[in-house]
């Protein structure tokens, strides 16, 4: 029997979610959002089920909130519309328990897939918050989704413009991705010993080999020993270890896999300047970093519509070596709060409830 709607109860949908409260590295901007919006609003009862990470279907609490992970592992094909099915028959088991009144799904794509088939078995709002590259024309969830403007909430308007050139419409809502400023060390106004800094999935989208160019040349014009960090994980890390050696930069670059979100931040506060050479981004919570940490940030993409000075924008690599002596010659480091994650909280809560 469906228990009583007393109190308001939203349902968030996503493709991952951390495997306990100390897995601060799966989607650390989708971690921040919900611990923020906890704290904005303790009286919305929230449940959380996870498609394809945590890899093993299970029940467990993060922070107090219920998550129910279907151990996707990201299936293809067959596999991933069981993961589909199996997430839409979980959402319809706990609003038996309690009425669903909000249905929030992370990414345009097989979490919003989940959310259209609960909402059609429930009639209830069912917003979509894009995150990254779902704004992209290869995005097949699209049509298979079919959403609305209304449904629709894009991270920045730049996504916004790739998803109106992409399909031909735009999303009826922008919500900017923030910082949980909470989460921060205490500011280091002193000696930043790492020069330049890149945070990021060893990808091609995210382009790891320009920092390492780049490094080459700085070598030349900065100083022979110019200190790198190269952060993150993925597949490129072996070709990328092959080009630090082919160029002599073992003294130079540390590779430092990956790391806890927490010692993320601690080599930021220790940085002068994030460099980020990706050749997209939805509203990068990287770059929002940085410029909380007091890092000058110089990257292809801008941070969102608003200029801020401490953010050179590039348009290749000659520039993007230019932009990066020029940050480096700043010596003055000061927080920039772009977004704030609590602004970004009460923006989309007036969606979902409105």
Same mark, same amino acid.
Request: aromatic share 10%.
């Given at each position: 029997?469906?228990?009583?709607?007393?109190?308001?109860?939203?349902?968030?949908?996503?493709?991952?979610?951390?495997?306990?409260?100390?897995?601060?590295?799966?989607?650390?901007?989708?971690?921040?959002?919900?611990?923020?919006?906890?704290?904005?609003?303790?009286?919305?009862?929230? !449940?959380?089920?996870?498609?394809?990470?945590?890899?093993?279907?299970?029940?467990?609490?993060?922070?107090?909130?219920?998550?129910?992970?279907?151990?996707?592992?990201?299936?293809?094909?067959?596999?991933?519309?069981?993961?589909?099915?199996?997430?839409?028959?979980?959402?319809?088991?706990?609003?038996?328990?309690?009425?669903? !009144?909000?249905?929030? =799904?992370?990414?345009?794509? !097989?979490?919003?897939?989940?959310?259209?088939?609960?909402?059609?078995?429930?009639?209830?709002?069912?917003?979509?918050?894009?995150?990254?590259?779902?704004?992209?024309?290869?995005?097949?969830?699209?049509?298979?989704?079919?959403?609305?403007?209304?449904?629709?909430?894009?991270?920045?308007?730049?996504?916004?413009?790739?998803?109106?050139?992409?399909?031909?419409?735009?999303?009826?809502?922008?919500?900017?991705?923030?910082?949980?400023?909470?989460?921060?060390?205490?500011?280091?106004?002193?000696?930043?010993?790492?020069?330049?800094?890149?945070?990021?999935?060893?990808?091609?989208?995210?382009?790891?080999?320009?920092?390492?160019?780049?490094?080459?040349?700085?070598?030349?014009?900065?100083?022979?020993?110019?200190?790198?960090?190269?952060?993150?994980?993925?597949?490129?890390?072996?070709?990328?270890?092959?080009?630090?050696?082919?160029?002599?930069?073992?003294?130079?670059?540390?590779?430092?896999?990956?790391?806890?979100?927490?010692?993320?931040?601690?080599?930021?506060?220790?940085?002068?300047?994030?460099?980020?050479? =990706?050749?997209?981004?939805?509203?990068?919570?990287?770059?929002?970093?940085?410029?909380?940490?007091?890092?000058?940030?110089?990257?292809?993409?801008?941070?969102? =519509?608003?200029?801020?000075?401490?953010?050179?924008?590039?348009?290749?690599?000659?520039?993007?070596?230019?932009?990066?002596?020029?940050?480096?010659?700043?010596?003055?480091?000061?927080?920039?709060?772009?977004?704030?994650?609590?602004?970004?909280?009460?923006?989309?809560?007036?969606?979902?409830?409105?």
């Amino acid at each position: 029997m469906q228990a009583p709607n007393t109190i308001k109860h939203l349902l968030i949908l996503t493709p991952g979610f951390p495997d306990g409260e100390e897995d601060t590295t799966c989607l650390p901007a989708v971690q921040q959002f919900i611990a923020v919006y906890k704290t904005c609003f303790p009286e919305i009862s929230i !449940d959380i089920i996870a498609l394809q990470y945590p890899h093993v279907q299970k029940q467990y609490t993060w922070m107090g909130i219920p998550v129910h992970a279907i151990g996707g592992r990201n299936r293809k094909k067959l596999g991933r519309l069981k993961t589909i099915w199996s997430a839409r028959n979980a959402g319809l088991a706990i609003h038996r328990k309690q009425s669903i !009144d909000a249905i929030l =799904s992370f990414w345009l794509t !097989d979490a919003a897939f989940a959310g259209k088939l609960i909402t059609e078995r429930i009639h209830k709002p069912h917003y979509i918050w894009m995150h990254g590259q779902d704004a992209r024309k290869n995005n097949k969830y699209v049509r298979r989704v079919k959403p609305n403007a209304d449904q629709l909430v894009a991270i920045s308007d730049y996504q916004n413009n790739i998803f109106y050139e992409s399909f031909g419409y735009k999303a009826g809502y922008v919500v900017n991705n923030g910082v949980n400023e909470s989460i921060f060390p205490g500011f280091n106004t002193g000696e930043r010993s790492i020069d330049i800094i890149a945070v990021g999935s060893l990808i091609p989208l995210k382009q790891p080999h320009l920092f390492i160019e780049l490094v080459l040349a700085l070598k030349k014009s900065y100083k022979e020993n110019i200190k790198a960090a190269l952060v993150g994980a993925g597949p490129l890390k072996d070709e990328l270890q092959t080009l630090i050696d082919k160029y002599d930069l073992q003294d130079n670059i540390r590779l430092t896999g990956e790391v806890l979100h927490r010692e993320v931040l601690e080599l930021m506060n220790h940085s002068k300047v994030l460099v980020h050479p =990706s050749l997209y981004e939805g509203h990068s919570t990287v770059m929002l970093e940085a410029l909380f940490s007091g890092c000058k940030v110089v990257s292809f993409i801008p941070p969102g =519509s608003r200029e801020v000075p401490e953010c050179y924008i590039c348009t290749d690599f000659d520039e993007m070596h230019m932009n990066t002596l020029k940050a480096l010659q700043e010596h003055t480091h000061t927080r920039v709060k772009y977004t704030d994650m609590r602004d970004s909280v009460m923006q989309l809560h007036r969606i979902l409830f409105q």
